[in-house]
């Protein structure tokens, strides 16, 4: 690995951690006493699944930053949109957890605005987030060094990675109309039932003879 890569995947690492601190520091800091503690405590739960899914984009990054090898320029300006995308999209993420933190804890909803307009902007960060993820996978299939079992790994990801965002479309078109917009959100619990087919019917590994075939070939 080279000096440049190494610098490219630690502005990466730093950029994710940095959207993380924004999403947490965006919440006030220290509570000054116990109601907002206790508030803090509340929201605990909607933070984690934020912070969760931060964490599965930049998980997805090092494993297809571990499939490229060298990479190549598309590689890059992907890894770069990726970044400039998250520090965006960490702004709606939070919102949407504040949100959803006020709405278990029974309290009124803390977002100043229309939930609609919220849950487009998430729709629209998450679809362009998973696309570019997906981008990522396609350049890594591009690595000459890449055997056929790389390459069935690397296009099954591509799949998920489009059903993630074909799941966000269908949520954020909903969100256009009044009478779909509180089920807008509920697309996403799908997602484990449409990965989960895909991966169970998805042929992961490359038949011994087709790689036979291939070798002497």
Request: hydrophobic share 55%; no cysteine.
């Amino acid at each position: 690995m080279t000096n440049g890569q190494e610098r490219l995947d630690a502005f990466t690492d730093a950029a994710f951690a940095f959207a993380v601190t924004l999403m947490v520091a965006g919440t006030g800091g220290m509570a000054p006493d116990y109601r907002q503690l206790e508030a803090a405590i509340a929201a605990a739960p909607s933070f984690l699944m934020a912070f969760a899914l931060i964490a599965m984009f930049w998980l997805a990054h090092v494993r297809a930053r571990r499939m490229v090898g060298n990479g190549d320029w598309r590689f890059l300006l992907l890894t770069l949109a990726l970044v400039f995308t998250v520090l965006l999209y960490v702004h709606p993420l939070r919102a949407m957890a504040s949100s959803f933190a006020a709405f278990i804890s029974g309290q009124a909803d803390d977002y100043g605005g229309r939930l609609g307009q919220m849950f487009a902007l998430y729709g629209a960060g998450f679809i362009l987030m998973s696309l570019l993820t997906a981008g990522l996978f396609a350049a890594a299939r591009r690595n000459p060094l890449m055997d056929a079992q790389g390459h069935r790994e690397a296009f099954g990801q591509v799949i998920i990675w489009l059903i993630l965002g074909a799941t966000g479309l269908v949520s954020t078109v909903m969100t256009f109309f009044r009478a779909t917009v509180p089920l807008a959100p509920m697309v996403y619990a799908t997602l484990p039932i449409s990965i989960g087919i895909f991966a169970s019917r998805y042929r992961w590994t490359e038949p011994a003879a087709a790689t036979a075939e291939k070798e002497q070939a």
